[in-house]
Structures are given as C-alpha cells and as structure tokens.
C-alpha cells in the first residue's frame, strides 16, 4: 500500500520568492495528482502527471519516476497563492484503485 | 461548461440521523468520487463511481453508502450520523477513474453533526 510524504507542512515566503513543495510516495505509480486548496474549501486540481514536467503559468511540477518523487514549484509567488497544496497517488500504485493524499502544506506568501 | 455543483452545500443534524449529499459531474463525465475532509484526517477517499458501478471504496464503515445514476449523478448516504462525521463531504468528476483522470471538484457539502 503507498504511502505519501509531503514537505514542508507550513512554508512562509516573501512576495516574488521562488517555492519548492516536495512529494514523495512507496509505491510506484501510473500518474500523481497536485490540488490546490483556498480557505473555504474548494479544491482545485493544478496539474496530474506521470512522467517528466507540466508548467502552467508560474506553476511547475516535476516528476522522478526512479525516486518515486515529485515537486511543485511556484516562480515569483504572489499572496494570491497563499492556499494548502496537496498531493495524491493511487493507494497500490498502477492505474486502479482508490487515492491517498498527503497531509497537505499550507503556504502563505507575505507581500 | 458547467462546472460540479454539489448540494446541499451547508446542512445540519443531529446524531442518529441520516443524511442524503448530492452531485452533478460535469457532463460527459463517467467518474464521481467522494471524499471526506476534516481538520484531523484531513482528505480521505470515500468512494469512485464509474458507469453506475462502485469501483473503489475507502476504509470507512458501511454507514457510508453511495449510488450513481444513469445520468452520472450521484449521491452518497450517511445513516445513523456520529458526531464524528462532522466534515467537508467533497465530490470530484472524472472523464477517466481517479487514478488517471484529471479531477474537476465541487465546492464540497459541510456537513455538522450535534
């Protein structure tokens, strides 16, 4: 069964700092999901991937595959992006099955 | 394009109760899956529905209850409420199961229980 880490728990940054938000899970998998949470509740879906590296806007996420690793990177961060950024991989690896999450890592970008 | 629209979107019970939550995918969509959300746990998966058949269901106890109709929405049951299942009841739609589509989530259901 897999097992999900995310790092850091709570990261506080300066507006216009680079940002790097870790993942990493057991089991190896067929694609990784990055969500985005405001307060309030509603969840966003940011990027799903499976291999190699998605850019959307200032947004970045990378894979490792071998390392059972992926990050998201934030490229001059904005209070707008202060939210909890969650990852979430299938429970047993592969294309089946139920999703698991990471705890979640609450950032909060300072202007 | 619609987005996923889940009601009610704020309710409230008493222990013992049971509760009905709604969810419309967005259209086209095959998959509705179910999360719980609290401060505790935080997300956990509840349940993925694909076609009108339960593919894959989370550790929670058989008070938890869902069903998907032939128009892909869907709705899940909590009977005999617990103070414990004070939450955010989220539900996400899917071209693809959870493990390889692209999630579209609702804006959840709160649920409190007293």
């Known amino acids: 069964k897999n097992e999900v880490e995310q790092s850091p728990q709570n990261l506080t940054a300066q507006e216009g700092e680079f940002i790097t938000i870790n993942c990493s899970y057991s089991v190896g998998i067929s694609a990784l999901h990055w969500l985005q949470q405001h307060p309030g509740g509603g969840i966003v879906s940011l990027f799903m991937l499976s291999s190699g590296k998605k850019k959307h806007g200032r947004l970045i996420a990378t894979i490792n595959i071998q390392e059972k690793h992926s990050s998201l990177h934030i490229t001059a961060s904005h209070p707008r992006d202060s939210a909890v950024y969650i990852c979430?991989?299938?429970?047993?690896?592969?294309?089946?099955?139920?999703?698991?999450f990471g705890k979640g890592t609450k950032l909060s970008v300072k202007p | 394009k619609a987005g996923v629209t889940q009601t009610p979107r704020y309710l409230i019970k008493t222990r013992g109760q049971q509760v009905t939550l709604s969810c419309s995918p967005i259209?086209?969509?095959?998959?509705v899956s179910w999360y719980q959300q609290t401060p505790g746990q935080g997300l956990q998966f509840l349940f993925e529905?694909?076609?009108?058949?339960?593919?894959n269901k989370g550790n929670f106890p058989g008070r938890f209850s869902g069903r998907q109709f032939s128009n892909s929405r869907s709705e899940m049951n909590v009977s005999t409420l617990e103070l414990g299942d004070s939450a955010l009841y989220l539900c996400?739609?899917?071209?693809?199961?959870?493990?390889?589509?692209?999630?579209?989530f609702g804006e959840g259901s709160r649920l409190t229980v007293l």
């Open positions: 996400a739609s899917s071209l693809r199961q959870v493990a390889t589509g692209e999630l579209f």
């Open positions: 259209s086209g969509h095959r998959s």
């Open positions: 979430a991989v299938p429970d047993y690896g592969g294309s089946q099955g139920n999703l698991i």
């Open positions: 529905y694909f076609s009108e058949t339960q593919r």
